[in-house]
């Protein structure tokens, strides 16, 4: 059975880190590209960072040197680095596993940061 599954959210405060994990199952992640999403509520869904077969990495700017995308082959799995959170970053995070025209989505996982 082909799955995707995030893991890691939580609740913390501003200015923490957390570390969110996409794990596949039924199929392997070597050469799919990986896009971390994010949904605030009443907002619609936002690309958020993504790695590429060839392990290019892509940040929204609102994320970029405080977020950091990372594939590990040997476990079938992306990790979503998250460092210096903010309010602003609260949102339930979805990966995407994509290649030509399959796609898989997990479950999401909730993310928020207040004080």
């Known amino acids: 059975q082909v799955q995707l599954v995030e893991s890691g959210g939580g609740l913390v405060q501003p200015g923490e880190s957390l570390r969110l994990s996409c794990e596949a199952s039924?199929?392997?992640?070597?050469?799919?590209?990986i896009i971390w999403h994010r949904q605030a509520p009443g907002m619609p869904r936002d690309w958020v960072a993504s790695?590429?077969?060839?392990?290019?990495?892509k940040y929204q700017d609102s994320v970029k040197d405080r977020f950091t995308i990372i594939r590990d082959n040997a476990k079938n799995a992306v990790y979503l680095q998250m460092n210096n959170l903010k309010p602003e970053d609260t949102a339930v995070y979805y990966c995407?596993?994509?290649?030509?025209?399959?796609?898989?989505w997990g479950q999401g996982t909730q993310v928020t940061v207040s004080s």
């Open positions: 995407e596993a994509t290649r030509l025209r399959t796609s898989y």
């Open positions: 790695i590429g077969g060839t392990n290019l990495k």
């Open positions: 039924g199929f392997s992640l070597n050469g799919y590209g």
